[in-house]
């Protein structure tokens, strides 16, 4: 009996739906939430672009689609944010609002804890400010 290739992340959340659920409520808190008004403010006015590029790099981060790659090649993360102020509590208010985002949109608590771990990760190797 041959056992089930394990499922990505992207499948587990429900696909290019879920994602881009995930990632409108990740930019409606960020829009409403008093307490991540610090981490709004390092956005455009205009959301919409925002959200699309982290829609399409999701996509492709959790094992789907690579929408980002297509459009814009290797994603660079920590490249493309070095214009940025990123440190400690950037970080922690992104982290803090995914988190948010992640349990409004349902995503079950052993993918919510596996992906925030993946997140935190991502977000302290982008931090580009010392000590900060």
Not at 38 to 45: I, K
Request: charged letters at 25%; a negative charge; one cysteine or more.
């Amino acid at each position: 009996m041959s056992e089930a290739a394990p499922i990505s992340p992207f499948e587990a959340l429900g696909g290019e739906g879920a994602v881009r659920g995930l990632v409108d409520a990740f930019y409606d808190l960020m829009d409403l939430e008093p307490q991540y008004a610090h981490l709004r403010a390092l956005h455009p006015t205009d959301l919409d672009g925002s959200r699309d590029k982290l829609f399409w790099f999701l996509c492709g981060w959790l094992g789907g689609p690579d929408h980002y790659i297509e459009r814009f090649g290797h994603p660079r993360l920590r490249a493309r944010h070095l214009p940025f102020p990123i440190g400690i509590r950037e970080r922690d208010d992104w982290l803090a609002c995914m988190g948010e985002a992640m349990v409004a949109v349902a995503v079950p608590d052993p993918l919510r804890v596996r992906l925030a771990e993946s997140f935190a990760g991502t977000a302290d190797w982008m931090r580009n400010r010392a000590g900060a």
